[in-house]
């Protein structure tokens, strides 16, 4: 029963694939517009391309070393670690090796498909809008498709064959760790990446020479455009993708970790969840229309509604049909419904309509200082809805999976988190949608198309940033209960070696461990976030260089240097990423190895604390101050050009590296931490200093 | 013999109180000068005078309330709970009640006299630097002792005469409760308070009108030295307070809960460290002079460390002589010598001499944007140092304290916490220097005094900058140690009545718990920091109003009604701290009575973890933008005026509230949490919905 599961994964797996496979060429056979259009959305494709090109150098030298380290660990046969005889097996510790190599590969061509796919749409979208603007919306949308399609399926044929294979869902452990390694470089660097190129291109541009957004005259202006694609569209897809597959992870081990026939029967239900939420997402993003006069925001939000009630409905038919006990059926919906609760109630900090913003564009008047203290401020008080949603959702899970008597509790917990991140087929859909119209708009712009285009153009930029507001709220609420569900399986992967596990918050080493896991999430945001100022300092150099050097570029008679934006841009993220990159995967090794599991289990949850708390406060504060400045530009308190609109900029300039570097990267970091740590615990279980 | 050490205690502290007194004469018989100068200082007593009425009116209703919640609850016997029978013993309640109250009235008398001499100290302190610089530091650093040491004395009265009639340091928790209560409000609202009329001030003044700083034409100006007073004088005191008292009852809880005649011997140890401490800093404050070139903030930083050397050799031969178990001198010593070493990384990230502060200077060339990311990257950086400080002072303390054989680790950590503060004396001197010369500084601008002595009383106001830095690192370390400290003695507390207590981060409940903690002090900050901008919003119009209705102000032939800003900024901050000090004192409660005490633990520890991040986030950040402000402003990257300088008064006006609002109101949240925790934890133990 359990093993025709598998092969059923494999089979949807192929079929969301085989479907964004379709949708690919169906974009690709759309018009891809005027000459001057092409050779716009040609520079962007080329700095995208050599970029990735970059990016997969640096990776595959990571997935080496990485791979050859786990190659040797995993050589010595953990299981026997009971006595004091080791036995060494390279069987184990190359199959573990490939497995982490084949996570990161599948992980990189979601990626991969997802940017080639927006590099071309963006053009033809633009194009499809000077024609009707639901023609342009359809191509932006399955254009998102193809990624979030593709994503979905490599994931799950990942963890079908995997699990096939070895019937460990411990050594789908390494898949996770393989995918969620690449995604936080891919979402760190593509971060700071975007950010980079955006500030400078803003700062010299707009500020200093005063010509509008996305001229061409800019030469950050390529480089801008590429960042939406690879912070955006690559780096977002990486991220979905890891939590996608970390929650499963997680919630299969803490199935098998139940034993027995129950634990083995369990342990395949979250895949199982995972290929019902293909079935939902394929079905959902049919019915993604914009109607005669319907509004695109609109469409997006009812696709993703309506996919959760497929989906909600398809788990209660499994679960009755099954011979599932119903409680698992209760912890998916939970979490399924808290993902769009918070979703909504992120909308009120970040959306136009609310006190919040209204407030923070009102005092917007009396200078940038105020905007940033009140902007901060309620980024603050946003963690208040979502992190009491994160409480109820996992106290409820828990509990009702442990009334059941059937399946544990903490079970419970990893069922919601998959609950929410099953239908990430039509997230990462509606999600990829909206840096692919920003670039249209882009384009639009830089090949002179019509004002009445780009004024569409701007209508289908809104609606990608209110579906954002929601698809965000679920992203970071998923993630809190997979890394909840993943550290509940470090404990189990401890505990499975006879090893007890002690992370009373009244052990010293305990706190001490809490103590330096909670400081982690903010040193990485800096990081990052110096990382962006840095580079974006070293750009500012260059485009004033280029103005200075050659007249003919501001006077409109030549073009400027875009390459060496796109590539100061790539060079810069890319080596900003060493450090990161340690804390991610050097210091829960050196934790563990040196204060012992108890202090690592402490540092694990430290960093979960904070990294939630920091990833929604920054998001929501970056979202915020963005929303506020756009409110002013529609003419309230003086708008655009006042002293109030002045302020809203520097407000919104201060969150974009909030919300689009440090903030979200912080939900991989806190996977990848939780991965490493489980994935190690049976080494450090063994050998640490204290 | 411990009997005894209770009576020396009580002599000290009544030395202690002796020595301020005749302090305050000293200060009081030093020249108030011309009849402008005194006129000026007049309106500032008399704004300083009316907020300290109203906040102990204020203070006076919360204490009475507060105190009949206590009456009543610790009526009810709670030793008794093993049993279902409750005796009802109204005399516990009473006396618990009353201790409450002694508490807190301790503090505010404390806090009055800090601030009744600070508040004469300014303007005589104005009038002797105008004869010589020397002369003008010495009255305000008498001055600032008069606090310090006031403070001190009361402090080991209380605790000494509670415990010498009790014999029981639960009851002494009473009284640290009562102080703390006070401190947050005092803390919290001076904060409030000094910000808001603060930031109103320079919005309308500098900016808008384009007045100088402390010009008497501006009708906040009252208002933004009566802040300096309320906030930086009262309610830092409160704040040290507050954490002086705390880490004392906890070491005695800690020590009281080995049981024994070492249990009891080693309750009474942490109150002969404070006596020791006291002696030190009477040494100590002697030896505070500037020599004929010597820089005032040498001569503050020399007196600080000398007083930790005298300590230090003190518990040496305390131990030795005393017969107690050499660990504990061990622990003591590592508490002060990790306050000593944090105060002086804090100074790396504030200090305009190295790369943080300069390279924020350097970035605001671009704009206030970068300013704001790159101080906020650098405040969250500067977490590092400390915490790895903590960890470090916390673990050793513990090993050598457990290895010992003798006293529990935990109580090392108690001893710790204890050592970094018992020289509080010294420290709430060359704190309290700093606002009163700020104020001199200020009423020799508005007294219209000459250049000269304008520019002397700058270099007293740089130098009571330097000393915050160390200062400021102290209190925050030593609050870290000390709510880690209180947060065993709530466990011992509840343990003690024979219920286990299960804090592991693998319970649900505990994880809820702590979630539900760490959001507070990120909330708390948020709700503070909106009050200052809310509160100066109405500020900023009635300074227009004023300038509006009668043009004379401006023109300097009118005085502007100094009084009604005055009482803006008082009933501002005061109707302010009302979901503030819900969230200190109601929702522990709230979790512990619904959630349990398995819960509340992990919610204090949640509290404790985030608390310490923004405390030392928040005042770094806050100082390193000041300190990058008046570094451009010493003709930095374009110096006064240019677009490097507005983005640095930008930079700085953000960090206000963090570095006098926010963060050090985080330090007596947590503890005010973890006092009404451990107080409330017997009845908690009982009476809980989960």
Not at 219 to 247: K, Q
Request: one cysteine or more.
């Amino acid at each position: 029963m359990a093993q025709s599961w598998l092969y059923v994964g494999i089979v949807s797996g192929l079929l969301s694939v085989g479907v964004a496979v379709y949708l690919y060429f169906w974009v690709m056979r759309q018009d891809a517009g005027s000459e001057k259009a092409q050779q716009v959305a040609g520079w962007i494709r080329e700095g995208a391309a050599s970029y990735l090109k970059r990016l997969y150098s640096a990776l595959t030298l990571v997935a080496v070393v990485l791979g050859l380290v786990i190659a040797i660990v995993f050589s010595f046969n953990m299981t026997q670690i009971g006595s004091s005889h080791v036995d060494f097996n390279p069987a184990n510790g190359v199959q573990m090796a490939l497995v982490f190599v084949f996570g990161a590969v599948c992980s990189a061509i979601a990626g991969y498909m997802g940017m080639t796919v927006a590099v071309q749409a963006n053009v033809r979208s633009a194009v499809a809008v000077s024609e009707h603007l639901n023609k342009g919306f359809k191509v932006a949308f399955f254009a998102g498709s193809v990624m979030g399609l593709a994503m979905v399926g490599l994931a799950v044929i990942g963890m079908s064959v995997i699990y096939l294979l070895t019937g460990d869902a411990e050594v789908v452990l390494g898949f996770s760790f393989g995918a969620s390694t690449l995604a936080l470089l891919a979402k760190a660097g593509g971060g700071i990446y975007t950010k980079t190129a955006d500030i400078a291109a803003d700062l010299v541009g707009k500020v200093e020479v005063g010509i509008p957004e996305d001229d061409p005259r800019n030469p950050a202006v390529v480089a801008d455009n590429v960042g939406d694609n690879v912070g955006d569209v690559a780096g977002m897809g990486a991220d979905i993708f890891d939590s996608y597959v970390a929650s499963t992870v997680a919630a299969m081990l803490l199935g098998a970790a139940m034993g027995g026939e129950i634990g083995q029967k369990y342990t395949v239900f979250p895949l199982i969840l995972c290929i019902l939420g293909i079935f939902a997402s394929l079905i959902g993003i049919q019915f993604v229309r914009v109607g005669k006069n319907g509004k695109p925001g609109d469409a997006l939000n009812f696709g993703t509604v309506f996919t959760c009630i497929i989906f909600g409905v398809m788990i209660a038919v499994l679960v009755i049909t099954g011979g599932y006990d119903m409680s698992a059926f209760w912890a998916a919906l939970v979490g399924l419904i808290t993902g769009v609760v918070i979703g909504f109630t992120t909308e009120f900090f970040t959306s136009e309509d609310f006190k919040p913003v209204k407030e923070t564009a009102k005092v917007s008047n009396s200078g940038a200082a105020i905007t940033i203290i009140t902007g901060f401020s309620y980024g603050l008080l946003s963690i208040l809805p979502s992190i009491i949603g994160i409480v109820i959702a996992m106290l409820i899970a828990y509990n009702v999976a442990e009334a059941s008597g059937v399946i544990s509790g903490i079970y419970g917990i990893g069922v919601a988190a998959v609950g929410m991140l099953a239908i990430s087929g039509m997230i990462v859909s509606a999600d990829a949608y909206g840096p692919i119209v920003d670039n249209a708009r882009g384009i639009a712009e830089m090949a002179g198309m019509e004002h009445d285009v780009i004024e569409k153009a701007d209508v289908l930029d809104s609606a990608g940033n209110t579906a954002k507001a929601i698809t965000k709220g679920f992203s970071i609420s998923a993630a809190a209960l997979t890394v909840l569900a993943l550290f509940a399986a470090y404990a189990e992967v401890i505990e499975a070696r006879g090893i007890e596990l002690n992370i009373s918050l009244r052990s010293p080493l305990v706190v001490a461990g809490v103590l330096l896991g909670a400081m982690t999430p903010p040193i990485f945001s800096a990081l990052t976030m110096l990382s962006v100022t840095h580079n974006a300092f070293d750009m500012i150099e260059e485009i004033r260089r280029q103005f200075r050097e050659n007249p003919d570029i501001l006077a409109g008679k030549d073009l400027p240097d875009y390459k060496k934006c796109v590539s100061l841009a790539a060079e810069g993220a890319l080596s900003s990423l060493i450090l990161p990159a340690f804390l991610a995967v050097g210091l829960p090794l050196l934790v563990g190895f040196i204060l012992g599991p108890d202090a690592l289990g402490g540092f694990l949850g430290g960093a979960i604390f904070t990294g939630v708390i920091f990833a929604l406060f920054m998001a929501n504060a970056g979202g915020l101050w963005d929303n506020s400045k756009k409110y002013i530009e529609t003419g309230q308190f003086g708008g655009v050009g006042s002293e109030a609109h002045k302020a809203g900029v520097v407000g919104d300039t201060v969150g974009d590296p909030f919300k689009d570097t440090a903030g979200p990267s912080l939900n991989t970091l806190i996977t990848v931490m939780s991965l490493v740590s489980s994935l190690f615990a049976p080494i450090i279980a063994i050998f640490h200093m204290f």
